[in-house]
């Protein structure tokens, strides 16, 4: 009897571990979704406590330390939008893994940021809108803190939709906006402002032909050579020692030139060395490496994968150079005016701004980042690793010929302008041979069939292209009316 119920008793006991098991799994699935926005919100009140301690409360004090945590916020949001075009198509191609990438671009965002990320701030800091075009500091404080919020707000929102927008443009509509809020037509560079909306127009155009023009070529010296892999093995090093270039140049102007100035073609004169150099280096190391390779498809792309990797690296590095600007322009332009600087003087971004921008970026790609990367890399057009090649060089190339140019440029419209070139190529040269087909008597595809073979997803286009074309408006709006709500508020 005694051995009866001591087995009911372990049965029983057995059931309700099982039960206190399958409740533990419960909740684990329930908090696991809400560990990224806890660690975000840890890192805001972080922020908000370095700008405590900086800065003596009281008065504009408690603006600057909320200023502080806007600015996390938007940093964060930068970093779960905006750094997935730089690589979003190495995950895509297969060259990284989510993981990879993600360190990768982390790490190189905040050496780019740290580094080559000082002197940036002042277009969006003070040259979209000038702090003496405000009746009181604390006025043009209320107007940049709304910028913030609005673009954060937005950037954010477009995240959750699956669209990389331009946080640049996102901030710059935000802070035109809050400037016409506050301080009227005349508060308004619009020279600045026209020259930013030409580049909008410009950057997807500009990087869709060039990574379409890159492919091509490919196609053309590469892929349909009588003999592929000789092709390869004699092209390749002339396209990485391009690819060095190009890339050397980029960072002269997005990274270096933030340091000590850099004109074009002094860019372009380093640029164009270190691909000589890198050719003479290459070209018999990749001779002696593609003897071994057979001759078919994936040989090819297997050289091209160290190449890819190391271009996210650098796009990453300059992106982290120019894009911090977006948190620590309107940040220190606070910070200065909460300490009474004389107007007109040049705005400098403090240590702990710094900081906020290149950490809040790699801290938000890490969390949030991963639905955006795959969006880029995986959900517009399928993408191998020369044309993953392509968008990465396009992108470089654009931006430099941009600066020659004097346009400035948007790198996610240069980026995704980059997959849609590549994409909307591929269709093109698909409707050619189909049509070929049909005038050599094959029968026709049937509209669902056409339809099945079109290989740039037209939902992705049609709601990137919109958020695009929202983006400037969308955030001036919300900054005004927050900018007008504060004001109403105001004592």
């Known amino acids: 009897m005694d051995d009866g119920q001591d087995s009911n008793r372990w049965r029983q006991l ?175 560079n619009w020279p600045a402002v026209g020259a930013i909306a030409a580049g909008w127009v410009a950057s997807p155009l500009m990087g869709g032909a060039v990574a379409a023009g890159l492919l091509a070529f490919l196609q053309s010296r590469i892929a349909r050579a009588p003999d592929p892999l000789e092709a390869g093995r004699r092209w390749t090093p002339t396209l990485i020692a391009a690819m060095t270039g190009v890339f050397t140049a980029y960072l002269a102007l997005k990274g270096l030139s933030h340091l000590t100035p850099v004109k074009v073609w002094q860019a372009v004169a380093v640029g164009t060395a270190t691909g000589l150099v890198t050719w003479l280096t290459l070209r018999p190391l990749i001779a002696r490496a593609s003897a071994e390779m057979e001759a078919r498809p994936r040989s090819l792309k297997i050289l091209f994968r160290l190449p890819l990797a190391i271009a996210a690296a650098l796009l990453s590095f300059a992106h982290g150079a120019n894009d911090v600007a977006n948190v620590v322009g309107p940040l220190a332009a606070i910070a200065q005016a909460a300490q009474h600087a004389e107007p007109g003087a040049t705005i400098v971004a403090p240590p702990w701004v710094m900081a906020i921008g290149a950490l809040g970026i790699s801290l938000g790609l890490l969390l949030f980042g991963p639905r955006l990367v795959r969006m880029v890399g995986d959900e517009i057009t399928k993408l191998s690793p020369p044309r993953a090649w392509c968008v990465a060089m396009s992108a470089a190339t654009t931006v430099i010929l941009a600066s020659w140019l004097g346009l400035p440029v948007s790198s996610t419209h240069v980026a995704v302008g980059g997959v849609f070139g590549v994409g909307f190529l591929r269709e093109w040269q698909e409707a050619r041979r189909a049509r070929d087909a049909r005038r050599a008597g094959a029968p026709e595809h049937p509209p669902e069939e056409r339809s099945r073979r079109m290989l740039v997803r037209r939902s992705h286009f049609l709601t990137i292209v919109a958020a695009w074309v929202v983006t400037a408006p969308a955030t001036a709006l919300l900054s005004a009316l927050l900018l007008g709500g504060t004001n109403l508020l105001a004592p």
Request: aromatic residues 6%; contains cysteine.
């Open 14 to 188: 057995d059931k309700d571990l099982k039960r206190i098991g399958r409740l533990e799994l419960s909740g684990q699935s329930i908090s696991r979704p809400l560990v990224a926005p806890g660690a975000a919100l840890v890192f805001i009140l972080l922020a908000c406590g370095a700008a405590a301690l900086v800065l003596a409360p009281g008065g504009s004090g408690w603006a600057v330390v909320l200023a502080a945590g806007v600015g996390a916020y938007m940093a964060l949001n930068i970093g779960a939008n905006d750094v997935a075009n730089n690589v979003g198509p190495a995950v895509g191609a297969r060259v990284l893994t989510m993981g990879g990438a993600l360190v990768i671009a982390a790490v190189f965002e905040s050496l780019g940021a740290v580094i080559a990320g000082g002197d940036v701030v002042a277009t969006i800091a003070g040259g979209i809108v000038a702090p003496e075009g405000f009746e009181t500091p604390e006025g043009f404080i209320r107007a940049m803190i709304c910028a913030m919020i609005a673009a954060a707000v937005w950037v954010n929102l477009s995240t959750w939709l699956g669209a990389p927008v331009s946080t640049t443009h996102s901030i710059v509509g935000g802070v035109l906006g809050a400037g016409l809020a506050g301080g009227g037509l005349w508060a308004v």
